[in-house]
């Protein structure tokens, strides 16, 4: 069993991960290894549009551990975008044949008959709504915020908070920012998603701005014009469309709206967002987040 987190007070789910998420180690996985570049790992990430890439090295145990937990590396969107705004533009695209370990992250790690309660607490402690699943008859899996939140969906977990209860404050930025100071926001204030001023819901998320700069134009371009980069503007990467709700709804009724690549609200004021975090962790720290009888 995984080592007793201290970090809230919250009620224990005794339900096991493994009862929850009975086909977890059936759901195919990207993963890298410490030799493949930054440049191949950010691909991977757009192209199957993975959540994070855990780093295994077979036979090597782990090499960091915090509060009784086991830490792994991974590589993300958000490591990937830091790593390019602590870089001078001539050296970009050297830079991305590094090795991915050069801006790798620490996601937590836990047995699959842990408790779900275990397994948000590993979230709140590393920050990160991805998590290590092992087990002794499967390859690790990948277990991230998407997967709980389908518990709504699926009727095993419930909660009566409103949304307006939960909802966080969207960051609102012109579509002309420069893209440089967007990714700095981004890393500087550890969010995800820059909603675009009178745009009605629009956001560009650290996933948009990675598969824009490493499409084939973007890569031509940190190739042979690298000060290009700089003088981009948010408006030139690709954005998406939050889904409006009412700040009346329950967060059980938005959690059971989630679908895959629609899992963004902002209620109808246009200034605060739903995202999984808020939908899952709050209600949760708040001991307002129940399983199903």
């Known amino acids: ?40 790992a950010a691909s991977i990430l757009s192209l199957y549009e993975a959540p994070m890439l855990p780093i295994v090295k077979v036979g090597v145990a782990p090499t960091r551990e915090k ?38 992250i620490w996601i937590g790690a836990l047995g699959y ?13 590393t920050g990160f709504g991805d998590a290590r699943v092992d ?31 939960v909802a966080s404050p969207a960051v609102v930025v012109d579509p002309d920012m420069p893209l440089m100071e967007a990714m700095n ?24 701005i990675l598969a824009f700069l490493f499409s084939p ?9 690298p000060d290009s980069w700089t003088r981009l503007r948010l408006s030139d990467v690709g954005s998406m469309l939050a889904r409006i709700v009412s700040p009346d709804a329950s967060v059980e009724e938005v959690g059971r709206m989630v679908e895959p690549g629609r899992d963004v609200f902002v209620l109808s004021d246009n200034e605060s967002l739903i995202s999984r975090w808020d939908l899952v962790i709050k209600p949760w720290k708040a001991h307002k987040l129940h399983p199903s009888a």
Request: hydrophobic share 35%; charged share 30%; with cysteine.
């Open 217 to 225: 134009e973007g890569l031509k371009m940190a190739r042979d014009s």
């Open 67 to 104: 509060e009784g937990v086991k830490l792994f590396q991974a590589i993300g969107s958000q490591p990937i975008i830091r790593l390019l705004t602590e870089t001078k533009p001539g050296d970009y695209y050297k830079i991305l044949w590094n090795s991915c370990t050069t801006t790798s």
């Open 1 to 40: 069993m995984l080592g007793r987190i201290s970090t809230l007070d919250e009620p224990q789910f005794e339900v096991s991960l493994s009862r929850l998420f009975p086909g977890l180690f059936e759901t195919p996985r990207p993963i890298t290894t410490p030799d493949v570049p930054v440049i191949v």
């Open 185 to 208: 926001l981004m890393c500087e204030t550890r969010i995800r998603r820059l909603f675009l001023r009178e745009k009605g819901g629009e956001f560009v998320s650290d996933r948009n």
């Open 113 to 125: 008959d842990d408790t779900l309660d275990e397994l948000l607490r590993i979230f709140v402690l």
């Open 135 to 165: 087990s002794p008859q499967s390859p690790p899996a990948l277990i991230t915020l998407s997967e709980v939140v389908a518990l709504y969906r699926e009727r095993k977990l419930r909660c009566d908070l409103g949304v307006k209860d």
